[in-house]
């Protein structure tokens, strides 16, 4: 009997098309998501910020049993965001960074806001797939901190990574137009030593962009207007304007009229920066913005609009799409130019 050809599908070095890996890591995705918000609340990336620990120097640490704390490791070290050498467990550069309270952005509130308040959602989210429709939002009791901590932290991440791939230097006068965080303008504005910036919303989105903006040492190059997006005065033209994380919170004509404004507000030439989770028409859908569009949904019924979609707006209202950017761990920013 010949041997089988290196190229048949039963070939023991040959990758099955239909293996079935895929499938359980994502069903099981939710017990490394558990495990990753219990070593954060119970301070695992903490207590190895002071150095590299066996099962039971961490549980000491920790104050957790030995078998937790080695369970914990184990799994994310598997995951990557531990390393293990010789039976210790140490933080990956992620982990060192981001969720040990020594980096300069601590994601550990954006944690507690998906366990304590998104998770919660999620497992009723049969029933929103069959209603389209929302999970009732409970934010009573401390939730509503929670909440907003949380989103605000996810949105500082946001702000970080656009910074990161964005060149924002050669602009003078910037406009954050309708955004739910001052962090976008803050770090805009530390970018561009030499510009100003003016940050419009309403209510008390206004007042938390104020305190942002302050605290990261910009406050005396910005102007934070309390005014509705909507129907507020347009201000002066700017040579860049920002649109983050505004279009999922509106219906289609909202959208339409926010970005026809925000056209009024840029002066020939100037750059949009429109910053959200898109869908789109690629053979493989990037996976952060359609389980974003599932998180939407089922926290509070807001949208994430397809791609093609949201770029018909912007030719509409007089801007032109020039690219669009994917951020790490974040959205999706499309840059548009005015016409």
């Not at 991440?157 to 006068?173: E, I």
């Amino acid at each position: 009997m010949p041997l089988p050809s290196h190229d048949s599908p039963d070939s023991p070095g040959s990758p099955d098309p239909a293996d079935p890996a895929a499938i359980v890591d994502i069903a099981t995705g939710y017990m490394a998501a558990k495990q990753l918000f219990a070593a954060s609340e119970a301070g695992i990336f903490a207590a190895l910020s002071r150095g590299p620990a066996t099962a039971a120097e961490l549980a000491r640490r920790a104050g957790l049993p030995e078998r937790t704390a080695r369970i914990l490791a184990d799994t994310l070290s598997g995951l990557g965001l531990l390393t293990r050498a010789d039976g210790a467990y140490a933080n990956a550069p992620a982990a060192a960074r981001y969720l040990a309270g020594d980096g300069d952005l601590d994601l550990r509130p954006f944690l507690t806001f998906l366990d304590r308040i998104s998770y919660g959602h999620w497992l009723g989210f049969a029933e929103t797939t069959r209603t389209a429709g929302p999970a009732p939002l409970d934010l009573a009791d401390g939730r509503m901190d929670t909440f907003l901590t949380g989103v605000m932290t996810y949105n500082a991440l946001h702000a970080r990574m656009l910074a990161t791939h964005f060149d924002f230097s050669p602009y003078a006068r910037i406009l954050d137009f309708g955004g739910l965080s001052g962090a976008f303008l803050s770090e805009a504005l530390r970018a561009a030593p030499s510009a100003r910036g003016t940050f419009l919303s309403g209510g008390d989105l206004a007042g938390h962009a104020r305190k942002t903006l302050s605290d990261a040492g910009v406050g005396d190059r910005a102007d934070v207007v309390e005014a509705d997006p909507l129907t507020g005065d347009v201000p002066e033209p700017h040579d860049l304007v920002l649109l983050e994380h505004v279009v999922h919170r509106f219906g289609v004509d909202v959208n339409r009229e926010i970005v026809r404004r925000a056209r009024r507000a840029a002066e020939p030439g100037a750059t949009l920066l429109l910053l959200d989770f898109f869908l789109d028409d690629a053979p493989e859908q990037r996976v952060i913005d359609a389980l974003h569009a599932g998180e939407y949904l089922v926290i509070d019924g807001t949208v994430v609009y397809p791609e093609a979609e949201v770029r018909a707006w912007l030719r509409e209202a007089g801007w032109e799409p020039v690219e669009t950017r994917a951020l790490p761990g974040s959205p999706r920013v499309i840059v548009a130019e005015a016409r």
